[in-house]
């Protein structure tokens, strides 16, 4: 794509013959995945930054036109390869609100826990990667391992380390085990150890410090303006968090704090996101030691869930049922009505826009993309700052490529 | 006072649809007192933050009178409430104006909305593709849209070593 003078049109210096074209990735290691930035430089000051996205458009929407609201968890959760399972909760929490079904509480409690893993999961790994490419790589590591504990226990409930697809309509594959209970148990009790190593290593750190603090400064009107949500948002200072404004799954019931800050700058958000895996730890904790008993899926009798494979083995009923379900012209019956429904997913608000017309399938699937819209902040907030700072601040957005794209 | 109700005493005579889904409040308006209702919600009734804006085709869909659906979904991050507007364009050239100068988020939403439906917006300062490449001429995310891309890639230009 050749560079457009149209890009340049902001910029009021009389000769623009010094400055020069940089194409930053998609093969830099600092965008971890295909990302494309064309910056102009004047020297090693960024005087603008034209975003290209668009190399991993692989139409989910439009296959979310054509899959049932069972089979598309199979792609929501390829949305975001950092916390999968959150998407496919995300995404089930839409399609739930839409056909009108309230969850068991043993279900409730089980994805919430599951959400928070993620959330957690999402930020060891942004965290430890912004560390890593400001050459820390020692705090990655350590980051990594607890994230490989997170995927053992992904794996104890779902039988899948990444893409799980655990979720079903009205509630999960299948139910957890005591050794699951205890496995959750034990990474809790571990965590803050490993965070409070990590917190030793980067946050009093000099070099560390000096790369991010004052950079990438993003005020708290531009944030709201311009769209921002999650952790961005709150370390700007917008003190929303889904979870306490629009209260879904166990949130109610537990007790945590929404962390802010003022700064805006990397270093803030670097913060609000080390202090939030606390608070996920504080609510894995409540939920793990309050887990109700019971079924972890709705009623069978609601038509609406695919019944366990026990009875569709052993009984008429279930065998029925199963078939009513999955037949590509059966299903249950949605209402002809629409939907939005969002939840604060690790990177800010995560929200489906679902169109039912009575078929077992959505009209329309839309994703409201936290990453887009973060990513469209990135001209804004890098402006005048050095060509190296560009990695600081692309750690700090946590740019997920597949989200950003769908 | 609730939005809803300042919208009815501001818009007297203007056809504002009102309805509740769920817990998700949402209004029709017409596509031509789109952007003053728009910034009429913002500057009056602090609505702050434009979460979304997303398109529906309603080519197949079952008694629909109007071809595109675009909606807005606002939010007041003092109350944390939503409200979702929602406005009707048609064929052979969906035009409306951008709220980019109310909202900077607007800034990619409308992109993505034009690079899928062909909606445009007047008024946006850089209204080009967004997600496919820039020698694309269809939109995808319309429902006669082939499901396959048959007849598009056939359709791409060929470049040449010598000219790349």
Known sequence: MPFEVSDLAEL????????????????????HTTL????????????????????????????????????????????????????????????????????????????????????????????????LDLGGFTAFLYFFRQRELIYDIVETASGQRFHTSYTRVGGVAFDV?????DKVRSFVKGFAAVHDEVHRLLTRNRIFIERVKGIGYLSTEDAINMGVTGPLARASGVLRDLRKDEPYLAYPDLDFKVIASKDGDCYARYLVRMQEMLESIKIIEQCIENIPEGPVNVDAGSKAVIPAKPAVY?????????????????????????IYAATESPNGELGYYIVGDGSPRSYRARTRPPSYIHFATFPHIIKNHQLSDVVAVLGSLNIIAAELDR | MSAEEALKATYPGDELTFSQFRDNR??????????????????????DMLSEITAVDYLEYEGAKDRFGVVYVLVNTKTGERLILKTHVNDPEPLL?????????????????????????????????????????????????????????????VITRAES
């Open chain 2, 26 to 47: 949402r209004v029709v308006v017409p596509a031509g007192k789109l952007f003053e209702i728009l910034a009429f919600l913002k500057n009056e009734q602090h609505f």
């Open chain 2, 97 to 157: 104006p951008s709220v980019y100068s109310l909202w900077k988020s607007a800034d990619w939403l409308e992109r993505e909305v034009y690079d899928m439906f062909g909606i445009r917006f007047s008024g946006h300062p850089d209204l080009r593709r967004i997600l496919t490449p820039d020698e694309f001429t269809a939109y995808p995310l319309r429902k006669d849209y082939p499901l396959k891309g048959r007849g598009e890639r056939h359709n791409f230009p």
């Open chain 1, 314 to 338: 052993r009984s008429i009923e279930g065998l029925i049922q199963h078939f009513e379900v999955m037949m590509p012209n059966r299903g249950f019956p949605t209402p002809k009505e629409e």
């Open chain 1, 36 to 131: 494309r930035l064309v910056l102009t430089l004047d020297g090693e000051t960024v005087v603008n930054a034209v975003p290209h996205i668009g190399y991993l458009h692989s139409g989910f929407e439009k296959l979310g036109e054509h899959l049932d609201f069972n089979q598309y968890v199979t792609i929501v959760d390829r949305m975001n390869y950092i916390s999968p399972l959150h998407n496919e909760i995300s995404w089930h929490h839409a399609v739930e609100k839409l056909l009108g079904i309230e969850l068991t509480p043993r279900c409730k409690y089980l994805r919430t826990i599951l959400a928070e893993l993620m959330r957690i999961q999402d930020h060891l790994l942004n965290t430890g990667t912004c560390a």
């Open chain 1, 12 to 31: 009021d210096a009389p000769d623009k013959e010094y400055l020069w074209t940089l194409n930053f990735g998609p093969q830099h290691p600092a965008t």
């Open chain 1, 177 to 181: 085990n005591n050794a699951w209970v």
